[in-house]
C-alpha cells in the first residue's frame, strides 16, 4: 500500500497523460502503438473521471480527498 499526496497541478497532468495514452492518439498511431501500459490507462483514466466527478469540496480542518486504487483480483481456488 502506498500513499501519495498529489497537488490539484500534478493531478491534471497524470490525467493529461492517462487520457493522450489511451484515447488522444489518432487512428493510425492508435494502431500502432505498442506501449504495453496502453490497456490499462483507459480504465485507469475512467476511474480518476468518475471519482472527481463524485468529490465534494473539502474543508479548512479536512481539505484532502483520498482515492484508493485497488486492482488486485480475488481468485478463488479451483
Not at 5 to 31: C, K, M, P, R
Not at 33 to 50: E, H, I, Q
Request: contains cysteine.
Amino acid at each position: 500500500m502506498q500513499t501519495i499526496e498529489v497537488s490539484g497541478d500534478n493531478l491534471v497532468t497524470i490525467l493529461e497523460a492517462l487520457w493522450n495514452t489511451a484515447f488522444g492518439q489518432t487512428g493510425y498511431l492508435a494502431i500502432m502503438d505498442t506501449d504495453p501500459n496502453k490497456s490499462a490507462c483507459g480504465p485507469l483514466y475512467r476511474r480518476f473521471r468518475t471519482w472527481l466527478e463524485d468529490l465534494e469540496p473539502g474543508t479548512a480542518s479536512k481539505p484532502g480527498h483520498t482515492l484508493v486504487l485497488d486492482e488486485r483480483l480475488d481468485i478463488q481456488p479451483a
